[in-house]
């Protein structure tokens, strides 16, 4: 049996760790550019309009916590607003996205807020390993 030395990407090959990484990160700027170019298509009116009336509806907040403080960070909520309260009674749908050192990572979590159940603890903007942050993705109101 014989084994093509050119297909085989072994120790020896020649893409290693440096020139992955390139690549690597060349398939992120072009993704990047390419979700840019996405966002500047859709119209600057209903994206402002929908995304500042479903942000008054809910909020990140930090607040201290004890383990939390221990690594230097602060506990992330996320939590209903007044606003959100009154324009969803039956509560809202929020897809949150985790960024950690500031790479955005696989965790789109969904969490419900409604009146019984207003907030939801995310985690420490500072774990052990680094800083973490959370973004709001998509606000819906549940029927």
Known sequence: MTVNKHLFLGKSSCFTGSVAAQL?????????????LAAASLPASAEEGAA?????????????????????????TLALTDSGKTAAPAGLEVWVDRWFMQVQTADHTRHQLTAEHPSQELGCSQSIAGPQHWTLSTIKRLP
Not at 24 to 36: C, D, K, M, Q, R
């Open 24 to 36: 690597a990160s060349t398939a992120w700027a072009w993704l990047a550019t390419a979700g840019l």
């Open 52 to 76: 500042s009336s479903e942000a008054a509806w809910v909020m990140l907040e930090e607040t201290d916590d004890s383990l939390c403080l221990a690594h230097g960070g602060r506990l992330v």
